[in-house]
């Protein structure tokens, strides 16, 4: 089964911190997707990477970055944490061989700023 | 451009009664479309997948769904509500244009409750 496995299931940080969320996928696939998840919203596209070292935005990239520097790894990253970034954040990968374009998804991050 | 519209943002069933879960997309090519399910605090699970073979989708957990090209619609349903059906569903169609190529687009989510 494929893993996807994101690095903790609950943070608390304040206002201004440095939030960084790890994200590893254990089979082999190329492409890594970071969401957001709110109420009422549904989930939104951060960011995401087809490749090593690759990132496209996503549709709500503003106030985050991510990283790629392993296959299997995508990290994303709060440069100044604000309380509207409190939300539950989601990691998924896919696979190019398959043609469907399923994603597999991690348990969730969530995050609270203070 | 493509999107997908969940109808009902809560809906609530009778245990061993029917589940309905409406989905509508737009796309202008034959789509890959998607359920999901996520149980609180977790993340979200496939529960099927239509890939343009068969227009009706066998699911885990005794679900099914049925492409309906003439009406965009890709409704999920159950004959027998179980109480560990509560959850939250989310539709999603494989964007095909555009710089995100590749993800899913997804609707807004369907929270699910079953009455005892």
């Known amino acids: 089964d494929v893993k996807v496995t994101q690095s903790s299931r609950y943070l608390v940080k304040r206002t201004g911190e440095k939030v960084f969320l790890e994200c590893v996928q254990d089979m082999d696939h190329e492409n890594m997707f970071w969401y957001r998840q709110d109420p009422g919203l549904g989930l939104r596209l951060i960011y995401f990477s087809y490749d090593v070292k690759m990132k496209e935005k996503g549709d709500i990239p503003e106030g985050y970055s991510v990283s790629r520097e392993k296959k299997e790894r995508f990290s994303l990253i709060l440069e100044s944490a604000s309380t509207n970034q409190t939300s539950m954040y989601l990691c998924?990968?896919?696979?190019?061989?398959?043609?469907?374009?399923?994603?597999?998804f991690g348990e969730g991050s969530r995050l609270t700023v203070l | 451009a493509q999107s997908v519209t969940q109808l009902g943002s809560h809906v609530s069933v009778s245990e061993g009664a029917l589940v309905l879960l409406r989905c509508n997309y737009s796309s202008s090519v034959p789509p890959y479309l998607f359920w999901y399910v996520q149980y609180p605090n977790q993340g979200l699970q496939l529960l099927l997948k239509y890939t343009s073979a068969a227009t009706l989708v066998k699911g885990i957990n005794g679900f099914e769904a049925e492409f309906k090209k003439s009406e965009t619609s890709f409704h999920l349903t159950k004959p027998s509500a179980h109480m560990s059906d509560a959850a939250e569903y989310f539709c999603a169609v494989r964007a095909l244009y555009g710089g995100s190529q590749g993800n899913l687009i997804f609707g807004k989510g369907t929270k699910l409750s079953v009455k005892p």
């Open positions: 998924a990968s896919s696979s190019n061989r398959g043609r469907t374009g399923e994603l597999f």
